[in-house]
């Protein structure tokens, strides 16, 4: 590792949540118990992990719930953990009050510093909409909705789904007949396969819907006509969506996504799945009409509980930014702190070895 060879500080910086960081740290003992590498133990929940209460294993990421971990992707995890315990500090987008009991377990291993939500530069304060052609007509065509009557829906910019779960999507939102904007990549389903929209489906939605290739994220989710997101659950998109107080429809495709759906929709229940536990089943049509009724109707149960949770975690959020005490702020100080000790203490040592040679 270069940062022992050349006697360096060494920081790891983790783009996710603590649970994912803490599951991945684990493998060990995922192995030993049979929920990694294996077929054995594939139903009983793991309650083994220090820090986490209990997760099942349907919500570990994809890479953990894999039976054949010989791929260059495993590979290249194992590898990433082995340089991640020999990091001096590890610091991680999260926040310390969304993940107390997780990130104190990982304090105990490592210098560990929650010092999220870490946002581009002003989109904590105004976001800023960029000049692409897709972004302003999407903000020109959120300018004419009621307040929280727009679905914005968005799969990330690599995760694939199926065609069957497109076809069921898009027959879905017609069916709810709920405004939406539908960010839609070409090879969302392959690069070999970019015509998957039901026949007349774009000319069903005209006035309605929106389709488009890509749009500022942050704009869109940041305007008042936005009241709900249907997403992968990527953990930027989470992030934002949380700050924007926009509650989400779950659906994960991939790696970390399933267990960010975890957290959104079982540990701070600002979410819901578009798909319940279907036994693998396909989604339908009708299961996502029903579940954007829920989520966007503001008249159910859920919609209210799911807004007033969402507000919570939000101020959970902006007090941690707070300059005047926020956890995040404290944090982050204190591992600017942490480093100029251990910079000091490494040029003392190297002066040391060098007076001594």
Known sequence: ??????????????????????LYYHLDLLRAHGHFASNDNRENTIDYIPGVGAIEPKD????????DTSTIVHRIIFKAFEDVKMAD???????QELEPTTLSALQEQQPTYAIGPIFPTGFAKSPVATSLWSESECTQWLHNKPPKSVLYVSFGSYAHASKNDIVEIAEGLLLSQVSFIWVLRPDIVSSDETEFLPVGFEENIKGRGLIVTWCCQISVISHSAIGGFLTHCGWNSILESIWC?????????LTDQFTNRKLAVDDWKIGLNLCDDNNNKPITRKQVSDKIHRLMSGKSDDDDELRKNIKEVKRTLENALSSTNGSSERNFHQFINDVEARIIKLSKSGSALFNHA
């Open 1 to 22: 590792m270069i940062s022992k060879k050349y006697n360096l500080i060494n920081i790891s910086f983790w783009t996710e949540p603590a649970l994912v960081l803490t």
């Open 60 to 67: 570990l990421m994809s890479y953990l719930q894999a039976t």
């Open 89 to 95: 500090f590890i610091i991680c987008n999260t926040v």
């Open 245 to 253: 107080g926009v509650p989400l429809l779950c659906f994960p495709l």
